[in-house]
């Protein structure tokens, strides 16, 4: 555990080995550049980190690789509540937990990394969390990024590609932002949205885009959906 007000610095280059089951609990300051996270033994998953509260915004995971989590606890490899650190140029991969990043009334900075392989989520935001998604590859998962009712965001330049739904939008008082992000070879959906718009929402424009694909969508009295042209709409 790394108390509030506590700093923990990994310098660049190093390994660090986690036991069977444990994990790294953040309530202060982890800085790790250029470090590999995974497995003591080689055989029994570890458990992931957790950034907890205001105390651990000031956190900054750049260029890391997460490995061999299995999220016994969390469900995640990262899971962030309440807290905002920045996770920058980070590769995950070989995981068997079911979200990579667990985004829990947070708003986090995801930048230039890399999810593949989750059994659930790439990143799942939920409970009124706001993050800032910008130039992430997100490949092989269930889902791209879920992002339920009541959860916002902005989602930039991002890739998708090889998912089942690349993006998941359940639609209830939330307006999340997509620009500029690329889809590609997602089985069921590029962009999947349901539920009930409340506000004045605008579904991207921009060409490479993908396909929006609804289920059940509700535009509530008052409320607005701006579809751009070109788009197609399943």
Request: glycine share 14%; proline share 3%; hydrophobic share 30%.
């Amino acid at each position: 555990t790394i108390n509030a007000g506590a700093t923990l610095t990994i310098p660049s280059g190093r390994t660090v080995k986690i036991d069977s089951g444990g994990e790294i609990s953040v309530q202060g300051t982890l800085n790790a550049t250029g470090v590999k996270f995974t497995w003591a033994d080689g055989t029994n998953p570890w458990g992931g980190i957790t950034f907890s509260g205001a105390g651990a915004s000031g956190s900054r995971l750049e260029n890391c690789e997460f490995e061999h989590v299995n999220g016994y606890r969390t469900g995640a490899v990262l899971y962030i509540s309440g807290s905002s650190p920045a996770i920058i140029g980070c590769t995950f991969h070989d995981n068997t937990a079911s979200s990579g990043i667990y985004i829990n009334s947070a708003s986090p900075q995801i930048s230039n990394s890399s999810i593949s392989g989750m059994s659930g989520y790439g990143i799942y935001v939920v409970n009124d969390s706001s993050p800032t998604v910008t130039g992430d590859t997100l490949s092989g998962n269930q889902y791209g990024i879920m992002i339920t009712g009541d959860s916002n965001g902005t989602y930039t330049g991002n890739t998708f590609s090889g998912n089942h739904y690349g993006v998941y939008v359940a639609y209830a008082a939330n307006n999340p932002a997509f620009s500029n992000n690329t889809y590609t070879s997602n089985s069921i959906a590029d962009h999947y949205s349901a539920g009930a718009i409340t506000g004045n929402i605008t579904w991207d424009g921009i060409d490479q885009d993908g396909v929006y694909h609804i289920s059940g969508l509700t535009i509530n009295a008052g409320a607005t959906l701006t579809i751009p042209s070109g788009r197609t709409v399943k």
